[in-house]
């Protein structure tokens, strides 16, 4: 399973960015797709995600009402709207996959994207 993350960049607190995550159209019509991200010294936590129809979603509470996860079926890819950045928000941001679920914790989690830096300056 192949994971292409992109989208990153620098941007000033309050801009925003879309990540991509792109996948096969099979890993993509069966499994579920989580957002994580790990910022230097810090553990990787979840951001969003949603499970394999894209009909439940759930976001940290540190990024609710700002970021929106979604899905384009025909491109089988997952997008990860941010917006009102802050520079808490910098970090490496994973896409990853693995039950058709929705799941929240790394471990669920059996399959990475590279990673994509996100930089939001001050």
């Known amino acids: 399973v192949q994971l292409q993350a992109s989208g990153g960049g620098s941007v000033e607190a309050g801009g925003s960015l879309r990540l991509s995550c792109s996948a096969s159209?099979?890993?993509?019509?069966?499994?579920?797709m989580g957002w994580f991200r790990q910022a230097p010294g810090k553990e990787r936590e979840f951001v969003a995600g949603l499970n394999w129809l894209g009909s439940m979603t759930h976001y940290a509470d540190s990024v609710k009402g700002r970021f929106t996860i979604s899905r384009d079926k025909d491109k089988s890819i997952t997008y990860l709207q941010m917006n009102s950045l802050t520079s808490e928000d910098t970090a490496i941001y994973y896409c990853?996959?693995?039950?058709?679920?929705?799941?929240?914790?790394?471990?669920?989690?059996?399959?990475w994207g590279q990673g994509t830096l996100v930089t939001v300056s001050s």
């Open positions: 990853a996959t693995g039950h058709p679920t929705l799941c929240l914790l790394p471990y669920e989690y059996d399959n």
């Open positions: 159209a099979r890993v993509f019509n069966n499994y579920g």
